[in-house]
């Protein structure tokens, strides 16, 4: 077999591929067909096509280093009136301040000690005594606020994961940005309120004591004691009174599951603390045999059990006559459900379903209008080369959707344009071809001699024109963001496909033609 | 069949006096507008809220206004789109601060409490924070600076440098030019209308580019002394059917991309047909004639 012959069979071969792979998305939302032998993957459509939602959302991770101090706070005094030291108060002056005020400066000693055995991660800024009393600073070293930063960043990310699959929406893409940002893409949300609810919800799990030495029913009259409040049952609404300062929060659970008790076959929800959350609930519970611990996410107390007795190793259940269901939506609160810090919105770019039916089919109308005007200036104008050329066209769209699929890239309105675009311009290495034959043709030379010329002289002309569009294309790719990559795409793929269809299937066609048919009149 | 007949020779460069002054005028002009007038950024680069909403009964535009007056929008841009009986608007806000979240939600919900849930379509909902907004404005002037300082750098080390000085002014000015006319005809400045501009650079290069070729393979073959100035109008009129032809096909298809691609990308189709124009004019007059200063330098 000749080189030629073999070049028809490689270009046979990429037809074939393409069409294999550009058909199944012909189909549209219908299935592909039983029985089919080629691959089955569909172009992806963007958002701005089949509708759906975009969203970029900002974790405050701030604010996961202000909890984290707050709980430090807590937990630096349970253990200074432990070990009597003597303070007057600690509190975070700002989120990564925290200051002690002693009424015994004498205690200094022993408070460092305890700092330094206890909280490594707290440094000392600032010390002054003043009537009697003594202040000290400290501040959360940089090396572990970015690691409680880049912690929530995670967790959100994982969360925000978990609430999604929860939501059932079909092929997301939750991908993290930069230090502190999250980017979804959710195809084919049809209540975006919901879904922005769903992911904004904080949902942040406390602990707190229930005040049982005074009364709910004072307090509801107004008379609440200092240090109390009154919260709501999630179930019945029933008011309870609560001691304002959560023991224990969300950010130091590790996991929920829900088991069923073998004995009854009851539900119920297990949860595994963090070492440090396990270290308080031991203490708190510990500390308070025999009283209440309510639960509360978001502010509304799920349940609230007598304390049987001291729990370590960092497990805790939660029972309370739970359905199946129940016990596992709980679950699956505690478990995907704590944000550790709240998370704000910093786009949102919606489309609806009618838009986006509406733009695939202006697309796709400006496509052929624009498209049949082309090929009949083709074919008025340059006759049979023009016929050819016009093949050449239709391949480069068949092969553009062929490689739009097996890319897996995503196919947007402005990468319809593009395709647009490049049907405008795909013709332009076939008119630069025909003109160089048309010229040699004046010149008095012999139809293989003038196809032969007309595409080696026309040949580095084509390639710089697209490698320089080429390079605008790949910057765009670099700096564009959804939509508008996919623009540079389509726009890439159109090049690189025209550079085919032009330089090796027009030409092998023409050289068929008068090497192979001895055309001696060529029809241009 | 053949728009310019073959041997036809045009002195273009009898008229580039003339050009440079027309151009300089244009470039003036789309300076003191984009400087006076001002652009029309999008909130792509504003930061802000726009919604796209369908009505399905005859809704004005003051109608539209008075739904959403009580939650403190009263002054928000509302514009009506698309054909008379689509009942269409856009409704656009700015943004204060990094989420404009609750705008968003004040707002479509004061358009169903007002019209009916059942009568409003939210077809399209786009917010920008502040943060973004800024990323976005610092990608897109980016985006055009590095396609710029990539393709100076190709034609560099395919052509002369005389070339490449050509090719960037002539870009230069057909960026220019383009911008400007967004900025008389008032038209917003968005994502898509950048993508649009990074086009116009590699087509209006292309143009220009295929001459530049013509002219480098004249050089060779006129061994021996030639005027330049006359070499440079054969290579152009050679290359002109090709031009004609090229530019003809792409302005169709972005034509039926400006009157039937929709709202959407409406600007983006606008951008491209100005660039187009333009593009084709400078590869003619402009990129070619430059060449001219830097042989006379040579000799």
């Known amino acids: 077999m000749d080189k030629f012959k073999l070049k028809g069979l490689l270009i046979l071969a990429v037809l074939v591929v393409g069409i294999l792979f550009a058909a199944p998305s012909f189909f549209g939302s219908k299935e592909v067909p039983e029985g089919w032998i080629g691959p089955k993957e569909k172009i992806k459509l963007g958002l701005d096509l089949q509708g759906g939602m975009h969203l970029v959302l900002r974790v405050v991770a701030d604010k996961a280093v202000e909890s984290r101090m707050n709980s430090t706070a807590s937990d630096l005094k349970a253990q200074m009136v432990k070990q ?100 979804l893409q959710l195809p084919g949300v049809t209540d975006p309120d919901r879904a922005k609810d769903l992911l904004k919800n904080t949902a942040i799990l406390e602990f707190k004591l229930v005040d049982e030495e005074h009364s709910v029913q004072d307090a509801l009259r107004g008379d609440v004691p200092s240090g109390s409040y009154v919260a709501y049952m999630k179930e019945g609404n029933q008011p309870i009174l609560l001691q304002d300062r959560a023991v224990l929060t969300g950010d130091l659970l590790d996991d929920a599951r829900m088991r069923i008790q073998s004995t009854y076959n009851e539900p119920y929800v297990e949860i595994s603390f963090s070492r440090e959350g396990g270290r308080i609930f031991e203490r708190v519970t510990s500390e308070n045999t025999g009283k209440r611990l309510a639960i509360l996410l978001d502010g509304k107390v799920y349940s609230a059990p007598v304390i049987r007795e001291a729990i370590s190793g960092g497990k805790a259940i939660i029972e309370g006559r739970f359905t199946d269901a129940e016990a596992s939506d709980l679950a699956i609160i505690l478990r995907a459900g704590s944000l550790p810090a709240p998370v704000e919105i910093l786009e949102e770019r919606t489309v609806g379903p009618s838009l986006g039916r509406d733009s695939i089919y202006q697309g796709f109308l400006s496509m052929i209008i624009g498209g049949l005007v082309v090929v009949a200036f083709m074919l008025v104008y340059y006759r049979f080369s023009g016929l050819i050329a016009d093949l050449a066209l239709i391949v480069n769209i068949v092969l553009i959707l062929g ?68 390079i605008a294309a790949i910057v765009l790719f670099q700096f564009g963001t959804g939509p508008i990559q996919g623009f540079a795409v389509t726009l890439s793929i159109g090049i690189v496909a025209s550079l085919f269809t032009v330089l090796v299937l027009c030409r092998w066609i023409q050289e068929w033609l008068v090497n192979y048919q001895k055309i001696e009149r060529i029809s241009i | 069949m053949d728009i310019i007949r073959p041997g036809t020779q045009i ?30 950024y999008g909130i792509d680069f504003t930061g802000g809220t726009e919604i796209q909403v369908a009505f399905s009964e005859t809704v004005k535009t003051d109608e539209v206004r008075s739904a959403i007056g009580p939650i403190g929008l009263a002054n928000a841009t509302i514009q009506s789109i698309g054909e008379d009986g689509d009942n269409e608007f856009l409704i656009r806000t700015p943004t204060e601060g990094d989420s404009g979240d609750d705008t968003v939600q004040q707002i479509e919900g004061a ?98 580019i295929v001459i530049y070729d013509r002219i480098r393979e004249n050089i060779k073959k006129a061994a021996g002394s030639f ?71 040579k000799k």
Do not use: C
């Open chain 1, 84 to 183: 009597r030291i003597h303070y007057s108060s600690v509190s975070p002056e700002s989120p990564e301040l925290l200051r002690v005020v002693l009424r015994v400066p004498d205690d200094y000693g022993k408070l460092a000690d305890l700092i330094r055995s206890g909280y490594p991660y707290l440094q000392e800024v600032d010390r002054s005594s003043k009537g009697g009393a003594m202040t000290v600073d400290y501040r959360i070293s940089a090396r572990e606020a970015a690691t409680i930063r880049s912690q929530a960043v995670e967790q959100a990310l994982e969360t925000v994961r978990n609430r999604i699959d929860q939501f059932g929406v079909s092929e997301p893409s939750i991908i993290p940005q930069g230090d502190e940002r999250i980017v």
């Open chain 1, 403 to 470: 490689a739009l699929a097996v890319l897996g890239a995503t196919l947007t309105l402005p990468g319809l344009a593009g395709i647009v675009l490049t049907i405008g311009m795909a013709v332009d290495a076939n008119v630069l071809v025909y003109e160089r034959i048309k010229e040699e043709l004046r010149l008095g030379r012999t139809a293989k001699m003038a196809v032969d010329a007309g595409y080696k002289n026309a040949l580095s002309t084509i390639l710089d024109a697209n490698i320089t569009t080429l």
């Open chain 2, 11 to 40: 002195d273009f460069m009898k008229y580039r006096k003339a050009a440079f002054a027309l151009s300089a005028v244009l470039i003036v002009i789309s300076l003191v507008a984009v400087f006076v007038r001002g652009l029309n």
């Open chain 2, 111 to 208: 358009l169903r409490d007002t019209f009916g849930e059942e009568k409003v379509d939210i077809r399209r909902v786009d917010m920008v924070g502040a943060a973004v907004s800024q990323d976005l404005k610092q990608k897109g002037f980016l985006s055009l600076f590095y396609a710029g300082i990539g393709i100076l750098i190709y034609i560099w080390w395919r052509f002369q440098l005389g070339y490449s000085v050509g090719a960037i002014l002539a870009l230069a000015h057909d960026v220019i030019i383009t911008v400007g006319v967004f900025a008389i005809a008032g038209r917003e400045i968005s994502l898509p209308v950048i993508a649009a501009l990074l086009a116009i650079v590699g087509y209006s290069l292309n143009d220009t």
């Open chain 2, 227 to 297: 005027g330049f100035s006359s070499l440079l109008d054969s290579s152009i009129s050679q290359t002109l059917s090709r031009t004609l032809i090229t530019s003809t096909t792409t302005f169709v298809v972005v034509l039926a991309l400006f009157l039937f691609g929709g709202s959407v990308i409406n600007n983006f189709a606008f951008a491209i047909m100005v660039g187009l124009i333009v593009g084709t004019y400078s590869s003619i007059f402009i990129a070619s004639p430059i060449l001219l200063f830097f042989r006379r330098e």
